[in-house]
């Protein structure tokens, strides 16, 4: 066995995933799926029982890099997404973060540009070093031909967290503060871009292939919100990145942004967009021949927990759809728990198909 | 006082809200906004007091004529809209609906084929009779230029509510029974279609000049799901109110289509298009002059919650982008609860202003 240094980019030969970043759209595509790692495995169930709590489970690194490993000895994906959350980076600025079972994380609301004293930028090495563990014994133990993706959230969708206190349907709370008090919004989300950086940063010096910028609740803002909030902060986190690690594949997911995608594509310079179930196949189409950008997506994980006939033919019809075009095979958001792991292996199947175009 | 019956299309002549459905761009444009009657109105509270439950205020007439007169009394909005819930269908068709304050809508929910006979189709007649009630009595109070605007709740939206029982982040009851089982919820869909046919229908026999079907949760659906239930219920509608209602103007507000906006305009013919707070201005004005349809939108409310001068600059940008165009001025979703009456009225002067284009 050869010595693969990190800093090699050799190391990353064969990697399917990374292909689409070099310009190939290959058949059939790569294919990994949000949220890979989690409950619907009985596996994953087994490790959560013994870790404690959740955010404990994020920063074991022995545990969490098993959690990343399982799908892939289960299905083989192209790629392994590290097993963490986005709120990690809020708990590691010293926010409180819970996660309560069945109800999403709980977190102290920050509502106010004084209260973001509270939180100590200087502060979050200890905690991401764990992260920064975890990858490393990721790819230690990860095949040669599996790509490793780091991730973070962006900082609008981490904000609306950090202001709201938990997951919200309208995301009202940051909405306010962005209109009430911009500058002091402005504060929070500069200090997220900046710690996002360092995150990415020591995931990708760690052994990450690529990494994905999640902005979950990036459909909520109106044009000029949405490129104050969500395109400018992650424009400047990926420059950065990128100024740091030439090549590395970054992609975003801008869940819902609708109508503001091709704006949010131009305008952060990203090297693949993350399609969300909404999208429709024409459109994802389109924008992987306009915005000559990687296009990943879009099958809903709803569909996927479904299951049968109608689902298969409905990753066929995606991926018929994005036949020629550089495409990555995912969901439009994280599986859900409910899903048979049968339906994932199934999937895999159609995807890897013979005779997928 | 001329004797006016409503069977004469004469008498809504002088309503400005109407004239861009008679093909006229209007500065300044119309105004009205959505859930402009509601908690953020003191006199609303008062007679919310009075009413007993939420509900019971819908179902009285003389008390729901007077929070949909409140608004235009207070603003001289260009329409009042009926006070009045998506979810009375819902009621009116024996399920249980109660209204918790402060934590939204709560329904028994349904979430199987077999459940759909607790519901009865042929008893809506007394409930929706109360409402037609309402309709009548505001047209009569209301002044001869303000047009009156009735609604329902469009079948998907409306199913998400009956489905998951309340108000939820993904809707993910209903998507999911629309994989598992696409007949048994078609059946649901159907019956919402069908009784909100005769819903709007006794609506605009009862003085409505025009309607709107709110599909505030549209955006959770991938394309073909969209097609199947959101468009063609809407369509269904549209087709048999307008073979009722020849003239009548119908709006559709699908908040979140994004992508799925022009393909719902053409599959819907709907005569207006309400945009949600995420459309962006270039969009809209494209969406106006491809689609050839009224648009109408789309202040964030959360930005009119907090007033001032960014959100002046707005409303201003609003007029601006939409000159020229067949517009409606009008919120990207409904008045918040916190929103101070004197940014409702600012706001009035601004898009009234002379030499807004």
């Not at 870790?51 to 490993?69: I, K, N």
């Not at 994005?322 to 095979?329: E, H, L």
């Amino acid at each position: 066995m050869s010595i693969v240094s990190l800093d090699q980019p050799e190391s990353s030969a064969g990697r399917r995933l990374l292909e689409p970043f070099k310009g190939r759209a290959l058949a059939p595509p790569p294919i990994w799926l949000m949220r890979q790692a989690g409950r619907y495995l009985p596996e994953y169930r087994e490790i959560r029982a013994k870790a404690g709590g959740f955010l404990d489970l994020c920063y074991t690194p022995s545990l969490a890099a098993e959690v990343t490993l399982q799908p892939i000895r289960r299905f083989g994906f192209d790629a392994a997404i590290l097993f963490s959350d986005i709120l990690v980076v809020a708990d590691a600025l010293g926010q409180r973060v819970e996660f309560v079972d069945g109800e999403g994380p709980k977190l102290a609301p920050l509502s106010s540009a004084g209260e973001l004293r509270q939180l100590n930028p200087g502060s979050v090495a200890a905690k991401f070093g764990l992260i920064f563990e975890t990858v490393a014994r990721v790819r230690q133990d990860l095949p040669r031909e599996t790509a490793l993706i780091g991730f973070c959230g962006a900082p609008w969708t981490v904000a609306t967290y950090m202001v709201g206190g938990g997951t919200s349907v309208d995301q009202a709370e940051a909405r306010s503060w962005a209109y009430r008090d911009p500058d002091g919004f402005e504060s929070l989300i500069a200090i997220l871009a900046e710690v996002s950086v360092e995150y990415l940063d020591g995931q990708a010096r760690a052994g990450s292939d690529a990494v994905q910028i999640f902005d979950s609740w990036a459909g909520s803002l109106p044009d000029d919100e949405f490129e104050r909030w969500v395109i400018a902060p992650t424009a400047s986190i990926v420059r950065t990145l990128r100024a740091r690690h030439p090549g590395l594949p970054v992609i975003g997911f801008p869940r819902g942004a609708g109508h503001n995608a091709q704006r949010y594509l131009a305008g952060t310079e990203l090297d693949g967009f993350g399609c969300d179930t909404q999208m429709p196949l024409g459109a994802m189409r389109r924008l992987a021949q306009e915005a000559r950008t990687v296009v990943q997506g879009n099958l809903d994980p709803l569909l996927l927990a479904a299951g049968g006939a109608r689902m298969e033919a409905r990753a066929r019809a995606i991926v018929e759809a994005m036949a020629g075009a550089r495409f990555i095979f995912n969901l439009g958001h994280g599986i859900v728990p409910a899903t048979p792991p049968e339906n994932v292996a199934r999937l895999v199947e159609i995807v890897r198909a013979p005779g997928t175009s």
